[in-house]
């Protein structure tokens, strides 16, 4: 059984299987992590591309250490936009991903005792403008064992394009663009109009470049969608329905990998790399930096029209017949699509709050924007107002408004596109979601009732008080199933028998939880009360991987279905390091996803062979013995031993060697305790503490100490900056200690420092630590459970031992 690695914002674990260990990507925890001047020496090969991350949101916390390029009112004025987080390197539009690491005052998520660190974002990001240096810069990480992640210029609802402790390239750069009339299929010599196309476009530019010479892409609706990880993830939008979609499109690529080559993939080279990236995913088997697509007469007269049903009162009977009303409009769709319409709709779900128990239903409302080309008003009106008296007939004589708007027409479509990106587009909602592909035998061919039931039960909130809002968007059809094979790649095979993509919001994300927290809570609650529906409803249909619930638990089956398997072997081929994954990825469930592995301060590095058990008898006591069966060498920057319980504790520590230049503290809150102490063989120049359990209460430096480690809620500083001061407290509190005693432990837990103490803060220390010293501590357990009467065995590779400022406490199995 292979072993798994733990993908997270803070850190990177390895649980050890029994035969076979998955290998951990590199931290800056770890011996192996580049130094500084490696770093250096990198940027100078790179010719000076290298960026090191400078969380743009610094600039609202004084006194930190980084040095952001924007002042605060700029960043706060611009975050809520999508095209600012484009424009910056580290910077992404959702940043609960990046476990909130630096947010401006007044961001979704803040908090002001947070503070700003890295934190989720990659360490290092290269500001590519070649592919020389992409291939530079991905060979020289991935031989290092550090993990690659690629941003273009858009967005990505699923953190896709951020992780820490990684090197991240940035294709913002890449825009070339210009137009082949007659681009030449290198298998079978058939010409095509095409567009040679950078990555760093957005559908924005690219869409106005192409227009140039009269032509328009299949991308999409929203100007600010990055090209790459749009089209890559499949790609739909306005013209897919008639077009295909924009995995379709592609006719060749230029691709660098993870092992430093620079590859065309086409339909007569490199084919499977061609195939993977027709629709199998994003940021996983190479940077693509260039696209050859398919380009097409810019369609003229495009004409619009609405169809919009809604319960107008909030009786029983005009709200069931609103459903009713809307799954009569569904089921319509399919016959509208095979017409050449497509469109896209919105549909709510009012709270709950007022309803009774008896009367639990939702007053629902949907409106679906029609439009199609190169057509007349006539025409569309003529197929829109038999699907209107069809609801009306429905609905009776209950209070349900029905409206048929009238018809409008826009010269082309790229006066179309320009009308529907008038507004910026937002960013730094948090929230999560879950959709579904659905035909014809999902929509028209089950009763009126039968699919007014599925709506009702797939428009619900996860906070009854929230109103449930659905996205419908008509982009399957006649498009995507006349695709030829040849065109045909990774692209989950359930679009070519889809006609609509819907999309449910109602999973709430909890302020009050950490990101990881709030995500878990979000993702469980999808699990067991929506992906049910849509398996019921839609069982073997599949998702739409960029806009999909990213913690389903079939997300092989659903985002890319039958393509899996072979997407699989393609990656292990041109990514054979796995340097670059991502959540709900290929490949993927060989890595955990979690961003409170480090629990806020605190990363455990008791990972190799290590037994560790807690037993605890009747009388309230607890023995806990730590011991390796080898000697232990921790060779990081520094790190710290924390131990602390308010009952009776006996500890032994043995075979620990420490082999970096580090800090020590063994902290105790014990007022009756006794211990069989070993002291800890040293390699390196360090300071080791001392520290006495109390009679009572720690004294006001210990408590200072304390606050540091396990209240950060009381300091307004990054997580490098109250490590750094924790430096200089020990050293100035106890300078030169060569021995320490150890009375009383709640496990054994690993702590990091990620940067080296600078002398200049020692009047911080004293300034700001010391007086605002706390004389209590409140300690709390993960599941608020008693450890008395508890027995909790870790097997060899495992972890014992954890916190956080509020879970001290956490026991967890590997």
Same mark, same amino acid.
């Given at each position: 059984? /292979?072993?798994?690695?733990?993908?997270?914002?803070?850190?990177?674990?390895?649980?050890?299987?029994?035969?076979?260990?998955?290998?951990?990507?590199?931290?800056?925890?770890?011996?192996?992590?580049?130094?500084?001047?490696?770093?250096?020496?990198?940027?100078?090969?790179?010719?000076?591309?290298?960026?090191?991350?400078?969380?743009?949101?610094?600039?609202?916390?004084?006194?930190?250490?980084?040095?952001?390029?924007?002042?605060?009112?700029?960043?706060?004025?611009?975050?809520?936009?999508?095209?600012?987080?484009?424009?910056?390197?580290?910077?992404?539009?959702?940043?609960?991903?990046?476990?909130?690491?630096?947010?401006?005052?007044?961001?979704?998520?803040?908090?002001?005792?947070?503070?700003?660190?890295?934190?989720?974002?990659?360490?290092?990001?290269?500001?590519?403008?070649?592919?020389?240096?992409?291939?530079?810069?991905?060979?020289?990480?991935?031989?290092?064992?550090?993990?690659?992640?690629?941003?273009?210029? *858009?967005?990505?609802?699923?953190?896709?394009?951020? *992780?820490?402790?990684?090197?991240?390239?940035?294709?913002?750069?890449?825009?070339?663009?210009?137009?082949?009339?007659?681009?030449?299929?290198?298998? %079978?010599?058939?010409?095509?109009?095409?567009?040679?196309?950078?990555?760093?476009?957005?559908?924005?530019?690219?869409?106005?470049? /192409?227009?140039?010479?009269?032509?328009?892409?299949?991308?999409?609706?929203?100007?600010?969608?990055?090209?790459?990880?749009?089209?890559?993830?499949?790609?739909?939008?306005?013209?897919?329905?008639?077009?295909?979609?924009?995995?379709?499109?592609?006719?060749?690529?230029?691709?660098?990998?993870?092992?430093?080559?620079?590859?065309?993939? +086409?339909?007569?080279?490199?084919?499977?790399?061609?195939?993977?990236?027709?629709?199998?995913?994003?940021?996983?088997?190479?940077?693509?930096?260039?696209?050859?697509?398919?380009?097409?007469?810019?369609?003229?007269?495009?004409?619009?029209?609405?169809?919009?049903?809604?319960?107008?009162?909030?009786?029983?009977?005009?709200?069931?017949? /609103?459903?009713?009303?809307?799954?009569?409009?569904?089921?319509?769709?399919?016959?509208?699509?095979?017409?050449?319409?497509?469109?896209?709709?919105?549909?709510?779900?009012?709270?709950?709050?007022?309803?009774?128990?008896?009367?639990?239903?939702?007053?629902?409302?949907?409106?679906?924007?029609?439009?199609?080309?190169?057509?007349?008003?006539?025409?569309?009106?003529?197929?829109?107002?038999?699907?209107?008296?069809?609801?009306?007939?429905?609905?009776?004589?209950?209070?349900?408004?029905?409206?048929?708007?009238?018809?409008?027409?826009?010269?082309?479509?790229?006066?179309?596109?320009?009308?529907?990106?008038? /507004?910026?587009?937002?960013?730094?909602?948090?929230?999560?979601?879950?959709?579904?592909?659905?035909?014809?035998?999902?929509?028209?061919?089950?009763?009126?009732?039968?699919?007014?039931?599925? #709506?009702?039960?797939?428009?619900?909130?996860?906070?009854?008080?929230?109103?449930?809002?659905?996205?419908?968007?008509?982009?399957?059809?006649?498009?995507?199933?006349?695709?030829?094979?040849?065109?045909?790649?990774? !692209?989950?095979?359930?679009?070519?028998?889809?006609?609509?993509?819907?999309?449910?919001?109602?999973?709430?994300?909890?302020? =009050?939880?950490?990101?990881?927290?709030?995500?878990?809570?979000?993702?469980?609650?999808?699990?067991?009360?929506?992906?049910?529906?849509?398996?019921?409803?839609?069982?073997?249909?599949?998702?739409?991987?960029?806009?999909?619930?990213?913690?389903?638990?079939?997300?092989?089956?659903?985002?890319?279905?039958?393509?899996?398997?072979?997407?699989?072997?393609?990656?292990?081929?041109? %990514?054979?390091?796995?340097?670059?994954?991502?959540?709900?990825?290929?490949?993927?469930?060989?890595?955990?996803?979690?961003?409170?592995?480090?629990?806020?301060?605190?990363?455990?590095? #008791? +990972?190799?062979? !290590?037994?560790?058990?807690?037993?605890?008898?009747?009388?309230?006591?607890?023995?806990?013995?730590?011991?390796?069966?080898?000697?232990?060498?921790?060779?990081?920057?520094?790190?710290?031993?924390?131990?602390?319980?308010?009952?009776?504790?006996?500890?032994?520590?043995?075979?620990?060697?420490?082999?970096?230049?580090?800090?020590?503290?063994?902290?105790?809150?014990?007022?009756?305790?006794?211990?069989?102490?070993?002291?800890?063989?040293?390699?390196?120049?360090?300071?080791?503490?001392?520290?006495?359990?109390?009679?009572?209460?720690?004294?006001?430096?210990?408590?200072?100490?304390?606050?540091?480690?396990?209240?950060?809620?009381?300091?307004?500083?990054?997580?490098? !900056?109250?490590?750094?001061?924790?430096?200089?407290?020990?050293?100035?509190?106890?300078?030169? =200690?060569?021995?320490?005693?150890?009375?009383?432990?709640?496990?054994?837990?690993?702590?990091?420092?990620?940067?080296?103490?600078?002398?200049?803060?020692?009047?911080?220390?004293?300034?700001?630590?010391?007086?605002?010293?706390?004389?209590?501590?409140?300690?709390?357990?993960?599941?608020?459970?008693?450890?008395?009467?508890?027995?909790?065995?870790?097997?060899?590779?495992?972890?014992?031992?954890?916190?956080?400022?509020?879970?001290?406490?956490?026991?967890?199995?590997?």
């Amino acid at each position: 059984m /292979a072993g798994k690695a733990t993908v997270s914002f803070f850190t990177i674990l390895c649980a050890i299987g029994a035969s076979a260990q998955q290998t951990c990507k590199l931290t800056p925890l770890d011996a192996d992590w580049p130094s500084e001047a490696d770093w250096s020496a990198l940027n100078t090969t790179l010719g000076g591309s290298l960026i090191k991350t400078q969380p743009v949101a610094s600039s609202c916390y004084p006194g930190n250490p980084f040095h952001s390029s924007q002042p605060c009112e700029i960043v706060k004025k611009e975050w809520g936009y999508s095209y600012y987080h484009a424009s910056l390197p580290e910077s992404i539009g959702s940043p609960l991903y990046a476990n909130n690491s630096c947010l401006p005052p007044g961001a979704p998520g803040y908090t002001p005792t947070k503070g700003c660190e890295v934190g989720g974002a990659p360490q290092y990001v290269v500001n590519a403008t070649t592919e020389e240096q992409v291939a530079t810069a991905m060979a020289w990480a991935s031989e290092r064992n550090i993990r690659i992640i690629i941003k273009g210029t *858009g967005h990505d609802l699923n953190g896709r394009s951020s *992780g820490a402790y990684s090197l991240s390239i940035w294709t913002h750069n890449f825009k070339n663009l210009d137009f082949d009339a007659g681009w030449r299929s290198p298998s %079978d010599n058939r010409t095509e109009a095409a567009i040679i196309l950078g990555s760093g476009h957005d559908w924005g530019s690219a869409s106005r470049g /192409a227009a140039k010479f009269g032509r328009v892409l299949v991308g999409g609706v929203d100007e600010t969608v990055g090209v790459g990880g749009h089209i890559q993830g499949g790609g739909h939008g306005p013209l897919s329905s008639t077009f295909g979609l924009g995995a379709d499109q592609i006719l060749q690529v230029r691709v660098v990998t993870t092992q430093g080559q620079i590859l065309v993939a +086409n339909e007569a080279q490199n084919q499977d790399l061609l195939w993977a990236i027709r629709g199998g995913g994003a940021g996983q088997y190479g940077v693509v930096t260039e696209y050859v697509l398919k380009a097409h007469p810019n369609p003229g007269n495009v004409v619009s029209c609405a169809i919009e049903v809604s319960a107008a009162g909030n009786d029983i009977a005009a709200k069931e017949a /609103a459903w009713r009303g809307f799954a009569v409009l569904l089921a319509s769709v399919p016959d509208l699509m095979d017409a050449g319409l497509t469109g896209t709709g919105m549909g709510l779900a009012s709270t709950l709050q007022n309803a009774s128990v008896s009367n639990p239903i939702r007053k629902a409302s949907i409106s679906i924007n029609f439009f199609t080309y190169n057509t007349t008003e006539e025409k569309v009106a003529s197929l829109l107002e038999p699907v209107r008296d069809r609801i009306l007939a429905e609905v009776g004589n209950s209070t349900v408004t029905v409206n048929l708007s009238k018809p409008s027409t826009q010269p082309d479509f790229m006066t179309f596109f320009e009308s529907v990106n008038e /507004a910026p587009s937002g960013a730094g909602t948090a929230g999560l979601m879950t959709s579904r592909l659905l035909g014809r035998k999902e929509l028209s061919d089950i009763p009126i009732s039968t699919l007014a039931s599925y #709506l009702q039960r797939i428009m619900v909130t996860q906070d009854p008080t929230s109103t449930s809002l659905m996205v419908i968007g008509l982009q399957g059809g006649l498009g995507p199933r006349n695709v030829p094979e040849v065109m045909r790649g990774a !692209l989950n095979p359930a679009w070519r028998s889809a006609y609509v993509h819907m999309m449910s919001y109602g999973a709430s994300i909890d302020s =009050s939880l950490s990101p990881q927290e709030a995500l878990d809570g979000a993702a469980q609650w999808l699990e067991e009360t929506m992906e049910p529906v849509w398996r019921e409803w839609a069982p073997g249909s599949g998702a739409y991987m960029n806009e999909g619930n990213a913690f389903d638990c079939m997300f092989k089956e659903d985002f890319y279905g039958a393509s899996y398997d072979r997407l699989v072997e393609i990656k292990r081929k041109y %990514d054979p390091a796995e340097s670059l994954f991502v959540l709900s990825g290929v490949g993927s469930d060989a890595w955990d996803y979690d961003l409170n592995s480090a629990a806020d301060l605190y990363l455990v590095i #008791l +990972n190799q062979s !290590l037994a560790c058990a807690v037993h605890s008898p009747t009388s309230c006591s607890i023995a806990i013995s730590c011991a390796w069966s080898v000697p232990r060498v921790v060779s990081v920057p520094s790190f710290l031993l924390v131990t602390s319980l308010f009952v009776p504790t006996v500890v032994t520590l043995e075979s620990l060697i420490v082999s970096a230049g580090s800090v020590i503290a063994v902290i105790v809150v014990s007022p009756q305790a006794t211990s069989s102490f070993i002291p800890i063989p040293v390699q390196g120049h360090f300071s080791i503490v001392s520290f006495f359990s109390p009679p009572v209460f720690p004294s006001p430096p210990f408590m200072s100490l304390l606050a540091v480690l396990l209240f950060p809620q009381l300091l307004q500083f990054p997580l490098s !900056l109250r490590f750094e001061l924790l430096a200089l407290l020990l050293d100035f509190a106890h300078p030169g =200690s060569t021995h320490f005693h150890h009375r009383g432990t709640a496990g054994c837990i690993v702590v990091t420092r990620l940067a080296d103490a600078d002398p200049n803060l020692s009047a911080l220390v004293i300034d700001h630590l010391l007086p605002g010293a706390k004389t209590t501590l409140t300690y709390k357990s993960k599941k608020s459970e008693s450890l008395a009467d508890k027995e909790v065995a870790v097997p060899s590779g495992g972890v014992l031992g954890g916190g956080s400022a509020v879970n001290m406490m956490m026991y967890s199995r590997a």
